[in-house]
Structures are given as C-alpha cells and as structure tokens.
C-alpha cells in the first residue's frame, strides 16, 4: 500500500478493519484504470441532523453527498466542489458543497404535498424525486480565479446516469460511478443512522486512442438512420463489468473496508490502494460572512430586512444557525442606492 497523502489532510486510525468517512484512491495498472472510493457514515448522519429532511429526500441528499466527495476530493488545490440540482421533481433542488481537502455540507429544498403523492405512488426512488432538469458542478478556486462550471441534463435516470453523461460529453473519459445510500436500524427503538458508498471509476490509458467512446445516442434522428460504431477498448470492457458487478450492500457494508471491496473487484488484475483520506461535515458559515453578504446589499434593501423586533435575523440553509443583527449593525455599513 502507498504512503502517498494528499496535502493537508488527516490520516483515519490506522489499523481498523473497516473504516467510515473517508476516500480511497485507487490503480489498476493492468487496465490502465484509476479510481477512488467513499464511504460514509457519522459524517453523513452530521450532514442530515440538520434538517428534519423525510427517509426519501435523506437518500437523495445522500447521493448527492457521495458525488460531490467522489469528484472533489479530486482538487489539487485549496478550493470547493458545488454540486446542485434544478429539476422539476418534488426534490426540486439540492446542493452538495465540497471544500477541499475533506469537508462537506448539503441541502435540499422539496414540496412537501408532491412527495407525500409520490409516495403514495410509490415513486420515491432518488431517480423519480428528482425527475427531470439540470445537474451544475462548479470548481471554485476564490475570487482571483474564474469559476469552471459544467451542465449536464438530468433526464429522470438520476445522478450515476448523470454523471455518465457529463464525463462522456464534456471530459471524453469512459468513466463509472456507482453511488448507494441506506437506513440502518437500530434495536431497541434507538434513532436510526444513514450510510452512503460510491466507487469512481476512470480508464485513462497513455495513449488517448484507446479512449474512444461509443456515441451518444441518435436523439430526435429519423428512426433507422445508422449510427457510427466504435469499438471500446478491450480494457474499458473488461474494467467498467467489474465494476457493474458491485452490489448496493456491498458500498454501504460496515463490516467491508474499502480495501477488501476493492480487492474483490480487481483481484485477479492486480489493484493498488492508497491511503485513505478522512472527511468530515463542516458548514462554512460565520456571522462575518453573513454579513459581508447583507454589506453587498443597498441601504433600502437592508432597511427592508429590519424586523418588527428591530432585528435581522439570517439562518443558513446548509447547518440551520440563525444569526441575528440589530439595525444598528445592518445600516452601519454601505447605504448607498
């Protein structure tokens, strides 16, 4: 095993045999294959503790967690991963913020009533509560760099097919991610707590050839028209039905540390496993940020936030703290127009 670390991050105890709450890279020389896995288990119950969130809309945010950590913790600089949905389904947006090396924080935002029906139709998969729209992923490395942002549609088949599309359309990397997220019941009626996994799965071999994907598919194009075939890397094959043998159990088991799930899927090719990293759940908000916010905004408007009590109250969407200021405070900076 590598003694590799990313910089700046902690180091999980070592020695246990199963361990929560932090990535693990991944090589498969003989398939030219790199990857990470997550697992997550109090940091995503410190995520959801928040909120009053029901069962439903816990495992979409789940899933949503377990994307942004797969794909930001791949920074190699100090910056943040925001991973959000606009959609048209009753979980009609949620937002995953990663700040590197190893913090993250979310929220949902639902209809109560459409959910309540969806769940009588028993439609509440993650894929349905979603339903149709846009997945934004944002690179933010601070205000002396530009953002990179990039759009992929969601078209009711959720955030793994999601991510398939994006990587294929934007980054041209033949690329699996598999994403699970599970209650475990406790005995004697004591809270519940949530789990997630995910496995990141890219074949990125020397030579750039060896990547070609087949084609999206032919959309609206007249039925019969042929499509251009290209044959995928024997590789690629090979890496990305190993890899669709994994089971749901198999990411959220925590009795199965990353390194034996990793060893069952690639045994036979050979696999190196590097350190683990450790995550954690961290909101970012601070009343000086708040109010670096409410400072942005003209003097009438903040005139308009002052409360009957004379206050200004602003609670943060991510960790739910409430942060209170007099009008004195609130006018005292810019009131200009």
Not at 132 to 158: E, F, K, P, W
């Amino acid at each position: 095993m590598s003694g590799e670390t990313a910089r700046g991050t902690k180091r999980p105890a070592a020695g246990a045999a199963a361990q929560d709450d932090i990535v693990t890279a991944f090589q498969v020389d003989a398939l030219d294959l790199r990857g990470r896995t997550v697992r997550l288990g109090s940091t995503l119950d410190a995520v959801l503790a928040h909120h009053d969130y029901p069962a439903s809309v816990k495992r979409v945010v789940g899933e949503a967690v377990t994307l942004a950590v797969l794909l930001g913790s791949s920074l190699k600089f100090d910056g943040r991963f925001i991973l959000q949905t606009q959609t048209d389904g009753p979980v009609d947006m949620v937002v995953a913020d990663f700040v590197s090396p190893d913090k993250i924080r979310a929220y949902a935002r639902f209809d109560a009533e459409r959910l309540a029906e969806a769940e009588r139709r028993n439609e509440t998969s993650p894929a349905a509560l979603l339903g149709r729209g846009h997945l934004a992923m944002t690179i933010d490395q601070g205000i002396s760099t530009n953002r990179y942002q990039g759009v992929v549609a969601l078209d009711g088949t959720g955030l793994e097919a999601a991510a398939h599309e994006y990587f294929q359309q934007s980054e041209q990397i033949p690329t699996r991610v598999r994403l699970a997220v599970g209650e475990e019941m406790k005995a004697g009626g004591a809270a519940s707590s949530w789990r997630a996994g995910g496995l990141l799965a890219q074949f990125l071999p020397q030579d750039a050839s060896r990547s070609r994907m087949a084609d999206l598919g032919p959309g609206d194009a007249p039925e019969g028209m042929a499509t251009h075939a290209t044959d995928e890397d024997d590789a690629w094959v090979e890496a990305r039905s190993l890899v669709g043998t994994l089971e749901d159990v198999e990411l959220i088991d925590r009795e199965l540390s990353s390194e034996r799930l990793l060893f069952r899927l690639f045994h036979e090719r050979g696999v190196r496993v590097f350190d683990p990293l450790a995550m954690m759940a961290h909101c970012s908000c601070s009343r000086e940020r708040v109010s670096g916010v409410l400072a942005a905004f003209s003097g009438e408007d903040r005139r308009g936030m002052i409360q009957d009590d004379g206050k200004v109250s602003v609670t943060c969407e991510f960790c739910g703290r409430t942060y209170k200021f007099s009008a004195e405070e609130i006018l005292g900076g810019r009131t200009d127009g």
